[in-house]
């Protein structure tokens, strides 16, 4: 194991971190890189630049081409896709329940399961509905966690990632830092992971 | 050989362009795909988003990542890099000239020639004077080439292959279609080609 975590920077919301939040963990264990995940928001980001939306709704040759882009991306990997009907989805809640689980063994498969809510099932991550039925398919009892995503230490938690995300000139997501090193994008991730491994 | 050539969008003040030009060849060859050579330019297509400058510029977290990227691709794939003082270059005359060879078998060399004066060189590919360099380093007589550049047929080639980009939906550069797929950055070169040949 590489002393350092590969820091794995995700937004619930943003379409091209799906795959790679779906890929990461078997990549990291072939390379024998630790991940460290850290959910943020990219609106507060998104609004520094100027935009009220995502890019891809603010501009729709891109919007266009990204939605056939992750339909090829999914079918190559192997991953379920269903275009949600809402974009960008509010992920507030998703990112703090994925704080609050930061320790739990299971936070992977959390975050996988919140990716494939959104882009693979049509359902509405802003809900606790929607997170607690992903929650109780890990044996976790629903109630509690939401709770503990609501609290302050937890908001207090995302507020300081996505500060910290904005310091690191981070201005997109999926985004990957590796000893210093910032990587743009799921399809970044293997260069990500070989940056990493060359300071183990 | 597939039938059917892989379109090559490109153009030469694009930054991410410069990799995919110096590597379409090799890459193709050995997949045994034709390349159809398109330069074209962003100016007219950035503008109808409403941008009067590269968005690398537009948006500076954007813009220091991209040339940071810039400098690792080229480490990675090997090619001669150095930051251009003038960013983004007039390429017009760059792209007419490109269209004036076309049919010629020191394309691609005029091309990867013209790439390397604006990011390894330090040049102003604007000039005649740096493409005049570049055609007699392939044994070309730089006059004649340079007027066939700037005849009216040529020009309305140019204006054309803008339009159909736009008429494509294409966005930025470099783009690749393959049979009627559309593909964005240098990093999707190898789906691009992958894609061509499932029609073969």
């Not at 966690?145 to 997109?172: C, I, M, P």
């Not at 830092?177 to 940056?195: I, M, Q, S």
Request: charged share 20%.
């Amino acid at each position: 194991m590489s002393t350092q975590p590969l820091e794995f920077w995700f937004e619930f919301a943003s379409t091209y971190s799906y795959p790679a939040a779906m890929r990461i963990e078997t990549l990291a264990a072939r390379a024998g890189v630790a991940i460290a995940w850290r959910p943020f928001l990219l609106g507060p980001i998104f609004q520094a630049q100027g935009w009220n939306d995502s890019p891809f709704n603010l501009y729709p040759a891109k919007g266009r081409y990204m939605w056939r882009d992750l339909e090829r991306l999914c079918a190559k990997h192997g991953l379920p896709y269903a275009r949600p009907t809402i974009f960008p989805q509010r992920s507030i809640l998703a990112a703090r329940l994925a704080l609050a689980a930061t320790d739990e063994s299971w936070l992977p498969a959390l975050v996988r399961g919140i990716y494939v809510a959104n882009f693979a099932e049509g359902a509405d991550i802003a809900t606790p509905e929607t997170l607690g039925r992903v929650l109780a398919a890990l044996g976790q009892d629903p109630q509690p966690w939401l709770e503990r995503a609501q609290s302050q230490s937890v908001k207090d938690a995302l507020r300081g990632n996505t500060d910290r995300a904005q310091a690191l000139g981070l201005f997109g997501a999926p985004m990957f830092v590796a000893r210093g090193e910032v990587f743009w994008g799921g399809d970044r991730l293997e260069d990500a992971l070989a940056w990493q491994l060359r300071g183990a």
